[in-house]
Each structure stands twice: as C-alpha cells, then as structure tokens.
C-alpha cells in the first residue's frame, strides 16, 4: 500500500460516511482539516501555548516527568473532569478552552449538526494522548455526546486495513481472536510540546482486565492480560 494521497482522504470519508478530522503539527502551529463526505472540506490553524498543554496535562492519570506535575487517578475526579449530568457544574474550563482552541466555529458546527454517529480523529503528536471525548463547549456538552469517536493513526493505516479485508475475502481465516489489556506500562515514553521533551509514565486503565475478560467470554478464548 502507497502513502495516502489527497483524494484517498476524500474516498475514505465516503467509504465510511463519516466526518474525519485531522491535525499536523508544523512549525509551533496545529492545522487541522475537516473532510465531510460529499468532499467539502474545513481548514483551521492556531498556536497553542506550552503551558495550557501541561495545565491540561495536570489533570492526567498520567505520570509526568521534567518538572510536570504528577497526579494519580484519584485525584482526576476531584479537579473537574466531571461526569454526564454534572458537566454544567463540573466540566473543566480548560476543556472549553481547547474546544475553541482545536476547532473552528464551522468546524465545530458541522460536526455536531452532521447526521453521521461518528467522527474519525486523526491526532498528530501530543494530541495522541488528548481526551477529544472530554472537549466541552459553551452549552457545557461534551464532544461524545454528538459523536461516537474513532481514532486513526493515518488515512494510510486505513488503506492498509481496507487492503487486508480484500484479502480476507479471497482467503478466508478460520483462527483464533487474540485478545489482550490490562497492559502494565514499564519505563517512560518521550512525547513532544512544541519542540520540547516530556517523558510521560503511564499508569495502568482501571477496569480494562475485567472489559478484555469479558470480551473474551463472547468469543470462547482466553485474554491476555
């Protein structure tokens, strides 16, 4: 499979009929595109600071190395995430922030008036650990309460994926589902913000050992955890 080219994108939002957004990350600024199926397509860039990434990042699960706080997961709920029903209260101000910050008011009006259940997130570097599902906008109202979110790594991991389903047609596969969670993270893995280096730690998910437990029982195998 060749790398993913300008009309691939197109074809991929009609394929899955599906709105797709995307972001790079160039030169200190997050572009982002909006490709609707139909081909109509939204473009937006903006700068976003060092420090309202890491403010963010306080909230985190997630253990931060080179002068960021760390946090646990219990201390997650006491500094507002909040939960549904409780958004108007609760909800973070950092997480309205960002959804002005990472999409535009056309943007953001398509997605939530698009008749489609899902929204296709491409991140791009940082954004890769950014709660999309949390996004908060002015009504108090999360971005999972329009859409359904499905992440891809590329357009191209999606070519890759619709190439083996080809396959699979023209041979068949009788093995068995692998199913794996409960993942225990050992050592430190490196991100970037803006050009900077933060080694993250990460903590295990609470609660995936029973979901990939049960998942397996559907399919009579055995997880890996």
């Known amino acids: 499979t060749e790398y993913a080219r300008e009309y691939d994108i197109y074809d991929a939002a009609d394929s899955i009929q599906s709105p797709i957004l995307s972001y790079m990350y160039c030169n200190n600024y997050w572009f982002s595109w909006l490709i609707l199926p139909g081909g109509k397509v939204y473009y937006n860039y903006t700068k976003i600071s060092d420090s ?10 997630y253990q931060f190395q080179n002068n960021v706080e ?4 219990g201390e997650l709920g ?24 990472l999409l535009s008011d056309s943007m953001a009006f398509h997605i939530t008036n698009n008749k489609s259940e899902n929204l296709v997130i491409i991140p791009d570097g940082v954004l ?19 859409k359904s979110l499905v992440y891809w790594p590329s357009i191209t991991s999606w070519l890759i994926l619709k190439d ?34 933060i080694d993250i730690k990460l903590t295990p998910l609470p609660g995936t050992a029973s979901e990939v437990e049960k998942i397996a029982l559907l399919y009579g195998t055995t997880p890996i955890v």
Do not use: H
């Not at 909040?82 to 609760?90: A, C, D, L, S, V």
């Not at 080809?166 to 199913?179: A, H, K, R």
């Open 52 to 61: 309202i990434f890491q403010k963010l990042f306080n909230l985190f699960p």
């Open 70 to 73: 760390s946090t646990t997961t």
């Open 78 to 101: 006491k500094r507002g995430f909040g939960f549904k029903g409780e958004n108007q209260q609760y909800s973070n101000p950092l997480l309205k922030k960002f959804w002005s910050l």
């Open 128 to 146: 890769n650990y950014f709660p999309f599902a949390a996004l908060t906008n002015k009504e108090g109202k999360y971005l999972s309460e329009y």
């Open 164 to 197: 083996a389903e080809q396959v699979s047609d023209f041979y068949p596969s009788d093995l068995p589902v692998m199913i794996a969670g409960d993942v225990n993270f050992k050592g430190k893995y490196t991100t970037e913000i803006n050009n900077k280096s």
